[in-house]
């Protein structure tokens, strides 16, 4: 796992660079967007209206790109730190990259993860084979001690 957790580290420091470039042009937008606006001193309503829709989209973006990319680096240094980071916990085969890519909290190669849920979804499962009886009214019974006896047929 050795050669695959330096090549999955160099992925991962080389997508931080692209989020950090990413992250700078978007900061540096707005910075120029905001001198812009402060130029114009009259607006109609509706130019009001884009301006704050284009600003707050702005600002979206560019809080979760820092999300982003605090989760990046909260990964490289959880995948330099934990020696077993990129090992299935069931059978000890390395995980892919790409699947850590997608999925960082993996713990199991996807074979295992099909295993798993393939073995979950079998407990949750409704039981189709097993017999019911049905029970006659109690004002059906003659005595309320007596317990129904039932044939073969009743059964379902």
Known sequence: MR????DFLSKLT?????????????????????E????EASMD???????????????????????????????ISQVSSDKHFGVCEECGDPIPPERLLIV?????????QRELEKMD????APKHNSIRLRMPP???LEDE????????????
């Open 3 to 6: 050669d695959n957790r330096e």
């Open 14 to 34: 080389e997508k931080k660079r692209e989020f950090e470039h990413a992250l700078q042009c978007l900061l540096e937008k707005q910075k120029e967007y905001q």
């Open 36 to 39: 812009h606006l402060q130029g």
């Open 45 to 75: 309503e509706s130019d009001q209206a884009l301006r704050e829709i284009s600003v707050s989209n702005n600002y979206s973006l560019i809080e979760r790109k820092s999300r982003e990319l605090k989760k990046l680096a909260h990964l």
């Open 104 to 112: 960082p909290e993996a713990t199991l190669c996807v074979g295992c």
């Open 121 to 124: 979804s079998l407990k949750s």
């Open 138 to 140: 109690m004002e059906d």
């Open 145 to 156: 001690n007596q317990l129904p006896v039932l044939d073969n047929d009743e059964l379902d």
